[in-house]
Structures are given as structure tokens and as C-alpha cells.
């Protein structure tokens, strides 16, 4: 599992910070948000690790917007791969762990 107290900030791909926005409406800044608020729920994600160690997160942004953020690392960066908002399922599970 990732430490990301090793993360020292965010490395965006021009790509897909346009298709975060494009097809989701999700800016960087509420991705990077999502990453210092909590609780903030942590799962590698193996069916889409094949090429590199992926993961994805739970978390809300300052304004309390829940997203769903799927990522990797890259020399001790964050890369988003791609950001939206959560399902009702995971938004559960998300309130869930707050109580």
C-alpha cells in the first residue's frame, strides 16, 4: 500500500486534467483538496494495475463536493488518472466511515 506521507505534490497530464473537467466537471484544485481533507478512504486498485501500481480514493473537497479520485505515483507525485463525483454506493461508504 502507498505511504502518502512520501507524496511531496501533484504531477498533472495535460490530458486528462481536460477530460476530468470536459466529461466530469472536476478542477485540480478540488482533486488536490480531496487529498488534505478528511476522512479521506485509501484502496489500491488491481484490476487496472497492470502497467504501474494504481489506486483510487474517497474524499471531499473544502466545499464538502465528494469525488472519487483514481491515480498513480510518479517519482513521489501524485498523477491523477482520472476524477469524478462518487456513485450513491460509494457515497455511503464514504459517510459511512465519517460516522
Partial sequence: ???????VGF?????????NWLKHRV???ECEEAFFNL??????????SQAEHRYFVLGQTNVGRYLF???????????????????QKESAIYEQADS
Fill in 1 to 7: 500500500m502507498i505511504n502518502l506521507n512520501s507524496i
Fill in 11 to 19: 504531477d498533472w497530464d495535460e490530458g486528462n486534467r481536460e477530460k
Fill in 27 to 29: 478542477t485540480t484544485s
Fill in 39 to 48: 476522512p479521506l478512504l485509501l484502496q489500491p486498485d488491481p484490476s487496472h
Fill in 69 to 87: 479520485i483514481a491515480f498513480t505515483t510518479r517519482n513521489d507525485k501524485i498523477r491523477v488518472i482520472s476524477a469524478r463525483e462518487m456513485s
